[in-house]
């Protein structure tokens, strides 16, 4: 992400997705996906984009994200493509601004 504040452009992601395209993983702890808890670490993206949800799973999502809550479950619930079952609250606070900071090496 830091490397994305040097240009001068406005950037999109949509953080419920964890792609699975282009990018071989075994599970979902792989890709591009952020917890609401992270967006913090994300300030060089102008939009956050919902993507495969309907209208209420968007409204749902987008106030998850706006308080910026620790989600207290499991993570295939908030993010598309995730495959993989597992608590939230079982992974280490520290891991967004890893994974923000990481050079696409994690």
């Known amino acids: 992400m830091d490397k994305l504040s040097n240009f001068n452009i406005k950037f999109r992601m949509c ?7 282009y990018i071989p993983r ?5 890709g591009q996906w952020v917890r609401p808890e992270d967006i913090e ?3 060089s ?6 993507e495969n949800v ?6 749902t999502l987008y106030h ?9 479950g499991d993570l295939n619930l908030l993010f ?12 280490l606070k520290e891991l967004g601004k890893r994974r923000s900071t ?5």
């Open 15 to 21: 953080p419920n997705v964890a792609y699975d395209n």
């Open 26 to 30: 075994e599970n979902g702890l792989y």
């Open 45 to 50: 993206i102008y939009i956050f984009d919902f």
């Open 80 to 91: 598309t493509n995730f495959n993989l079952h597992i608590d939230n609250r079982l992974i």
């Open 102 to 106: 990481c050079g696409q090496r994690c």
């Open 54 to 59: 309907d209208l209420i799973q968007e409204k």
């Open 41 to 43: 670490y994300y300030n």
């Open 64 to 72: 998850i994200y706006a308080e910026q809550k620790n989600w207290p």
